[in-house]
């Protein structure tokens, strides 16, 4: 839901609309996001979710003509698919947030460098 918000509120507090393809390990936050924001007096339509795969409803996103803009956040082998898909439809914008995102640091005087390795490889 973190990493989502980061995406809904500027998209929103622009005067725009967004559909967001969740995870499909976490669909049901998102969908509970969306049913918040309709309470909150988002209007219908304004914030949607299409739970899905990425080789489904995500190919279907990044492809189809009538998305403006692209923003997605996963694995760099899933980011060049998405911009692949976004070149070949209408050339929409798209921002990625590829890779890693958990770095460690081990300060020299750590005592168990073994322990330390694992809990990195986690």
Same mark, same amino acid.
């Given at each position: ?26 669909? /049901?936050?998102?969908?509970? &996001? +969306? $049913? ?7 209007? @219908? ?35 060049? /698919?998405?911009?692949?898909? &976004? +070149? $070949? ?7 990625? @947030? ?25």
């Amino acid at each position: 839901l973190l990493m989502a918000s980061w995406k809904i509120g500027p998209v929103l507090a622009a005067g725009n609309s967004l559909v967001l393809k969740p995870s499909e390990k976490s669909p /049901l936050t998102a969908i509970r &996001a +969306a $049913q918040l924001a309709l309470e909150a007096g988002i209007p @219908e339509g304004v914030f949607n979710v299409v739970p899905g795969y990425g080789h489904t409803a995500g190919k279907a996103l990044a492809s189809h003509m009538d998305v403006d803009a692209i923003a997605f956040t996963g694995s760099t082998a899933t980011g060049k /698919l998405v911009m692949q898909f &976004a +070149a $070949q439809s209408n050339m929409k914008r798209v921002s990625l @947030e590829c890779g890693g995102k958990s770095p460690n640091i081990v300060m020299a005087d750590w005592d168990d460098l073994d322990k330390a390795a694992t809990a990195a490889a986690y």
